[in-house]
């Protein structure tokens, strides 16, 4: 890996268990700077728990995790802290506090990591929630949303520290056909505008043909395949084709 310019993440033959579970066994996969990485596969894989190695939520068991060029394996909590800080994490379910407002929760991360004043605060939360395409909703409660409304909210929450790069773990669950469309196209324009980074897990082959750069393809604790949403087409791979067609 050059230092003048590395990759955004890089994974060296990771492995994780849990209990007797063997869940990661062996990945190895490069995330480029400024890309979008789609990671695929079936439920139960394993696609959460490459997330969380990547802020340091899980630490591996054997094998080597880089981000911006730095070896973070062994990082603690203090240390990974301006990773976190520089990495938006969109949770599976994508939780909001449901006792605050949208602008409240859009805001948190602002009032929590920086000293910047509250009328400063009301100009970045209103910037990022028409970002993603939300105006004059800020005093609703989140509980009056529609899903992809949420998922919005989220993705705001998510932006609002101006992050390198962006993790959604499985962004579409449980919205309908025209929403998951309208969120897919959303994380790229989101993608283009801040210029980041954005590695995205889901099992929604559809999104990930729409939003996708690359396609990391997880099967049995290994990436199985990278490639371009042509690439993964067009590979013969019987596994890969029997997944593509579910
Ligand atoms: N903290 C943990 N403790 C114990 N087991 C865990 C933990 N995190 C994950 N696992 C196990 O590891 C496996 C992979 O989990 P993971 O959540 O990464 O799957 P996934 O690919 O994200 O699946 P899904 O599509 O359901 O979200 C599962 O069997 C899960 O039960
Ligand atoms: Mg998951």
Do not use: C
Request: aromatic content about 8%; cysteine-free.
């Amino acid at each position: 890996m050059g230092k003048r310019n590395p990759p955004f993440a890089f994974f060296d033959e990771v492995y994780k268990s849990f209990d007797t579970k063997e869940v990661l066994r062996g990945i190895t996969l490069l995330i480029r700077k400024g890309e979008v990485l789609v990671i695929l596969g079936g439920s139960g894989t394993g696609k959460t728990v490459i997330l969380k190695h990547i802020v340091g939520l899980l630490p591996p068991d054997a094998g080597r995790v880089f981000v911006n060029g730095e070896d973070v394996t062994n990082f603690d909590d203090n240390a990974l802290l301006p990773i976190r800080r520089k990495v938006g994490f969109l949770f599976q379910g994508g939780a909001l506090f449901d006792s605050m407002s949208v602008f409240d929760n859009v805001a948190f991360p602002l009032r929590e990591h920086t000293q910047m004043a509250e009328s400063e605060i009301a100009l970045k939360v209103q910037e990022k929630l028409k970002l993603v395409g939300l105006e004059n909703i800020d005093w609703m409660m989140p509980d009056k949303l529609s899903g992809g409304m949420r998922k919005r909210v989220a993705l705001a929450r998510a932006i609002i520290l101006e992050p390198e790069a962006l993790l959604y773990d499985e962004p579409t669950t449980g919205l309908d056909p025209i929403t998951t469309k309208w969120v897919s196209k959303l994380m790229r324009s989101v993608h283009e505008n801040l210029s980041i980074t954005s590695i995205i897990v889901t099992h929604n082959i559809q999104s990930a043909m729409t939003v996708a750069d690359r396609i990391a393809f997880l099967y049995r604790g290994r990436i199985k395949f990278v490639g371009t949403p042509d690439e993964i087409r067009e590979t013969d791979d019987p596994i890969i084709q029997e997944f593509l067609k579910s």
